[in-house]
Structure formats: C-alpha cells, structure tokens
C-alpha cells in the first residue's frame, strides 16, 4: 500500500477506537446489563457484536454520502484538473472545522447519556450536569432499545476520509477504510464489554476523555489533511 492509503487507514482505525474506547456507552450498558440479567459470555458478546455493526452501519450510511458526492464531482470536466489538491484541502478544512466544533462541545455542558441499574433492569437518560432527569423520563433498556441507540450515533469524522477516496475514485482506498473502520468498532467494543464483564473496568477511567472525542477525531482528520497537502502522502 502507498503512502495515502497508510494515512487513510491509520486515521479511519485512530478514530474508531479513540471514539469506542473514550465513549462509555459504547461498552457500559452490555456490561451492566449482562450482570443484572445473569447472561452468559456468549450471549453478551453476540448482542454487542450486532450492535457494533448497526452502529458501524449507521456511520457508513454518511460516510457513503461523501463517497457519492466525491464521484459526482468527478463527472465535472473541468474539476478533473484540480481534484487532487481539492480533495486534500477538503480533508484539511473539514478537520479543522470539526476540531473547533468538538473544542465548543467539550467547553459547553453538552448532555451526554446515563445507565442507571435499578433492581434487574437497566433505565438510560440523558441529561446535563446540573439537571435532574426525573425517572419517569428513563427508559427501560432492552436488546432492541440498545440496537437503536447504536444505529442512531453514527461517527461524523468518517465522512471526509471516504469523501477523499470518493474524489480519487479509489475502490481500494474505499475498501480499506470501510473495513478498518469496521473491525476495529466491533471488536473494541468487544474487547471492553468483556474486560469489563470479567471485572477489569477499573483500569479504563473514560468518561473524562469522552468529552474530548469531537477534539481528538478532529485533530485527526486535520493530521492526515496537513500530510495530503503538504507532505505528499
């Protein structure tokens, strides 16, 4: 593989895990669910993998969008002359952007989501810092409850690494992040349901690093712009 394709994989990977691994609801409620409901390891391990890939779908859903618009881009003659450099600054513009975005999110008290266990059940909310959800505004979790959720929180920072290779009209570069991305979902969220199920999650304190995602997937995407403008890659 060249140069592009490593900072492609590399980015789409960094961000997959970063964005799993710093977001406790990507791991906590299989994990307090299948305490409370006395699951087995396989059970646990086969909802978190379908909810992995319905989140990973949801997040190549918009990523394919960029993927359209960078092909149809490309049935413009005169775009065929300056899509190189486009396509990077592009990439460059947009990590910035989304990097200043995830500084005004981790500044502001974005609400961000709550797994409560009371008895055997497991209730979800979300609320600010300062505001107090009343129960009757929980709701009850269940397999499907926890599927929709997923399929409802989609990874934004995808979309301009797959608009790049929409531009370059690389099926290979396109494939290599589609299953980058995917692989490294599932089975981090994999890997923590389990730590934590076996009783390991004391070692991930992570709920501070989750209001930094926006920042990190920014600066990411901002990296690998920089390397396609102006280090060659």
Same mark, same amino acid.
């Given at each position: ?14 961000? %997959?895990?970063?964005?799993?691994? %710093? ?14 409901k006395k699951w087995s390891g ?10 992995g890939f319905g989140h990973v #779908? %949801? ?101 301009? @690494? ?24 599932? @089975?981090?969220m994999l890997g923590m349901v ?22 990190? %997937? ?12 102006? #280090?060659?890659?």
């Amino acid at each position: 593989m060249d140069s592009t394709v490593w900072a492609l994989l590399l980015s789409a990977v960094s961000i %997959s895990f970063i964005h799993t691994a %710093s977001g406790p609801d990507h791991y906590l409620p299989f994990i307090v669910i299948s305490k409370s409901k006395k699951w087995s390891g396989m059970k646990t391990a086969i909802l978190t993998v379908v909810c992995g890939f319905g989140h990973v #779908l %949801s997040s190549l859903i918009l990523g394919f969008i960029g993927v359209f618009l960078g092909w149809q881009l490309n049935k413009i003659s005169w775009f065929q002359d300056i899509r190189g450099n486009f396509s990077g600054w592009a990439l460059l513009i947009f990590g910035g952007v989304y990097l200043v975005y995830g500084l005004i999110q981790a500044i502001r008290n974005k609400p961000h989501k709550h797994f409560d266990v009371m008895g055997d059940d497991v209730y979800v909310y979300e609320h600010n810092h300062s505001e107090v959800v009343m129960p009757q505004k929980r709701i009850k979790v269940t397999p499907l409850v926890l599927f929709m959720i997923f399929v409802m929180g989609p990874s934004e920072p995808l979309i301009p @690494l797959l608009f790049y290779s929409g531009v370059k009209h690389s099926m290979s570069e396109i494939a290599v992040l589609v299953i980058s991305f995917t692989a490294t979902t599932v @089975l981090t969220m994999l890997g923590m349901v389990l730590l934590g199920r076996y009783g390991y999650s004391t070692l991930f304190n992570t709920e501070k690093l989750e209001r930094y995602m926006g920042v990190v %997937s920014g600066a990411v995407v901002t990296v690998c712009g920089v390397g396609m403008v102006f #280090l060659g890659w």
